[in-house]
């Protein structure tokens, strides 16, 4: 059973940090990159950060400098430390991992992030 836990969202003041973790079971291929997206009400999801298996990044321009993703793959773990959040980072978090093929995706069920002003 595929399955991936995403925990750490909650409600925070402006300025202040979470992080989430995304812990993947029960995938049925090698997961070559995990990342984070987001989608605000109203808004298209878009991505926040990726990380493939041997650790190279990519981040939102929007985040850089104040997120942070990391993964173990010993455990199938990926992380997201988020540092000064703003309002504009409120949204539904989701992690995504995939494999070498396009077809080979899967999605968790996302985590809520709410920053106040």
């Given amino acids: 059973q595929v399955q991936l836990v995403e925990s750490g969202g909650g409600l925070v003041q402006a300025g202040g940090s979470l ?3 995304c812990a993947a079971s029960g995938i049925p ?3 070559n990159t995990m990342g ?3 989608q605000a009400p109203g808004k298209q999801r878009e991505l926040v950060a990726v990380i493939n298996r041997g650790g190279s990044t990519s981040y ?5 400098g104040r997120f942070t993703i990391s ?7 990926v992380y997201l430390q988020m540092y000064s959040l703003k309002p504009e980072d409120t949204a539904a978090y989701y992690c995504k ?21």
């Fill in 60 to 64: 939102a321009e929007s985040v850089k």
């Fill in 36 to 38: 984070w997206y987001r």
């Fill in 71 to 77: 993964r173990d793959n010993a455990k199938n773990t």
């Fill in 97 to 117: 991992c995939s494999g070498t093929y396009y077809y080979q995706n899967y999605w968790g069920q996302g985590t809520q992030v709410t920053v106040s002003s």
């Fill in 29 to 31: 291929f090698t997961i």
């Fill in 19 to 21: 992080r989430l973790s």
